[in-house]
């Protein structure tokens, strides 16, 4: 039973509900007019103290296209938080005029704090380098539409592993589904926080192979998740300069690929996949960012007990 | 050989690693206490060689969570009368609250204060913990 409950990490779901959300994903991306009215009378607040374009017009399109309302800001500026509100007082605030909160915040478990203080479900929309739950949930629902399964792939994620929050989300939840391999393609200095690597692959028992060679594992992969090598986590310039063209996809390296393997990407890109190959049709990014309005429509659903 | 009295009715806090009595002494603000304590530095120890212990001549609270974290092989000896009435083995404990601080500048405990910095521990043999809210591991030196 999913109603009323907060979604900071897709992990305290059980593998059963994070199937039953994108089982419900799939029927909207077929039918979306069924569930047109479905949210009608509620309000949805997207609370983002970062800014994101993306991810919350997705949060905003999937309530309205639910028939829901929204409300909420796209800047700390634009909230009390620039007055020197705290965040517990911020949503406390907002929880009596919403039914349901997605918020992105800079720091790490900033969604965990409001858990504690809210009923309203919270969505974690991003917080920080640390989780981005309704992107794994996207990239889930894109995989599983592409590939037919989420359970025996062979899954490169390459680029910024040590910030990208997309990534430590995906490797969580797809140990949980059998016969899944990582390959973590980075630079040194951008490597899978330990805690990935100790608490998620190796306790897990989950084959993994770390490398900074792109080219010598194209050929494995089922997915090539790429990431952009993102500015605001660093402290340093001269590092993220150093940094930021580590990995670029073109045309030659998709030609070491299989067949059927399929290139996702959470976007923005910079540059690290070149324009070239989104024309190859194994470029699922587009996609993908499709996927993600459903799949935000499917959760909300789901917290707000309104699916029936 | 140096001796000390025993406890009639109070605690022995026993097996403390050697050096590190004082600390522990510290720790739980003995020297403001008016009762007799006493702190014994390299005892003989058929365990350790040598060891460091406290002894407190007064049945007073201790916050176990925070001993067990500076060293779970430390033992707590409740004395009545003269006799070990009960004998604590400390272990790491599960969760602590605003004992550890967590030290990533990302984390939100560093901008909201009047949150409770959260741990729980992962594993009792590797002494590893992780903050509730982004997951930094904290190692408990051993």
Redesign the interface.
């Known amino acids: 039973m999913l109603k009323g409950k907060h979604l900071i990490d897709l992990n305290e779901f059980t593998t059963d509900e994070v199937d039953e959300i994108l089982g419900l994903a799939e029927k909207m991306v077929n039918n979306p007019l069924d569930y047109c009215e479905i949210a009608k009378g509620r309000i949805l607040a997207t609370l983002f103290f970062e800014p994101s374009t993306r991810t919350r017009l997705s949060f905003e399109a999937a309530m309205l296209r639910l028939g829901g309302q929204i409300i909420g800001f796209s800047s700390p500026d634009a909230s009390s938080t620039s007055k020197g509100e705290?965040?517990?007082d911020t949503l406390r605030t907002v929880a009596a005029y919403a039914d349901i909160i997605a918020m992105r915040?800079?720091?790490?478990?900033?969604p965990?704090?409001g858990a504690k203080f809210v009923d309203a479900p919270i969505i974690n929309a991003g917080?920080?380098?640390?989780q981005h739950p309704t992107q794994t949930l996207t990239d889930m629902l894109t995989i599983k539409s592409k590939k037919g399964t989420v359970s025996g792939l062979t899954i490169g994620v390459c680029g910024d592993l040590k910030f990208g929050r997309t990534v430590h989300s995906l490797i969580k939840a797809f140990s949980r589904y059998p016969g899944n391999r990582f390959i973590l393609i980075s630079p040194q200095e951008l490597k899978i926080p330990?805690?990935i690597k100790?608490?998620v692959l190796e306790k897990g028992n989950i084959e993994f192979l770390e490398t900074e060679k792109i080219d010598e594992v194209m050929g494995e992969l089922d997915i090539l998740y790429m990431t952009r090598v993102q500015k605001e986590r660093f402290f340093n310039e001269e590092d993220y300069i150093r940094l930021k063209d580590s990995y670029i996809l073109d045309r030659d390296k998709m030609a070491m690929a299989k067949e059927d393997m399929i290139v996702l990407h959470p976007l923005p890109r910079v540059n690290e996949i070149s324009y070239e190959v989104d024309e190859d049709e194994r470029a699922c990014y587009f996609k993908q960012v499709e996927y993600g309005m459903y799949a935000r429509m499917a959760l909300i659903a789901k917290l707000l007990g309104v699916d029936k | 050989m140096l001796v000390v009295e025993g406890v009639k009715n109070g605690i022995v806090i026993d097996h403390i690693k050697a050096g590190k009595g004082i600390e522990v002494f510290n720790l739980l603000n003995l020297g403001e206490a008016d009762f007799h304590v006493a702190l014994i530095i390299n005892a003989h120890s058929k365990r350790l060689g040598k060891k460091d212990m406290i002894k407190v001549e007064n049945v007073m609270d201790l916050n176990l969570d925070l001993l067990g974290l500076f060293d779970p092989n430390i033992t707590i000896n409740v004395i009545e009368n003269e006799k070990v009435t009960s004998k604590i083995n400390l272990k790491l404990p599960q969760r602590v609250k605003n004992i550890i601080k967590c030290k990533?500048p990302?984390?939100?405990?560093?901008?909201?204060p009047?949150?409770e910095n959260e741990f729980e521990l992962?594993d009792q043999e590797s002494c590893e913990y992780?903050?509730?809210?982004?997951?930094?591991?904290y190692k408990i030196e051993k």
């Open positions: 705290s965040l517990s915040h800079p720091k790490e478990g900033a965990r704090l917080d920080g380098g640390h330990q805690y100790t608490q | 990533n990302r984390c939100i405990t560093s901008i909201e009047y949150i992962l992780r903050c509730v809210y982004c997951d930094e591991i």
